[in-house]
């Protein structure tokens, strides 16, 4: 069962397996929809070798600060630094 109202955003990851690890994590708990903004890498053999991505991964064009699409007319944001 797909959570399509859950939306994962990661921004600035510094290294590709970082995104494969969330990916598989991702996968585990059934959701799909994992946006990238500014990777340092990706693709990248090493976040394929973690896990296989979810589909609909795409590589977000840059933002300026405060400005992540990918956030737009969501209810409720957490973030960790």
């Given at each position: 069962?797909?959570?399509?109202d859950?939306?994962?955003v990661l921004v600035?990851?510094?290294?590709?397996?970082n995104?494969?690890?969330?990916?598989r994590a991702m996968?585990?708990m059934?959701?799909?929809q994992?946006?990238?903004v500014?990777p340092k890498?990706?693709?990248?053999?090493?976040?394929t070798?973690?896990a296989?991505?979810p589909p609909g991964?795409?590589?977000?064009?840059p933002?300026?600060?405060?400005s992540l699409?990918?956030?737009?007319g969501?209810k409720?944001?957490?973030?960790?630094?």
């Amino acid at each position: 069962m797909d959570s399509p109202d859950i939306r994962i955003v990661l921004v600035a990851p510094s290294h590709p397996g970082n995104i494969g690890a969330v990916a598989r994590a991702m996968k585990n708990m059934a959701l799909s929809q994992l946006l990238l903004v500014r990777p340092k890498e990706f693709p990248h053999p090493d976040a394929t070798a973690r896990a296989t991505l979810p589909p609909g991964t795409q590589k977000a064009d840059p933002f300026p600060t405060g400005s992540l699409p990918g956030i737009v007319g969501l209810k409720r944001v957490g973030a960790a630094k």
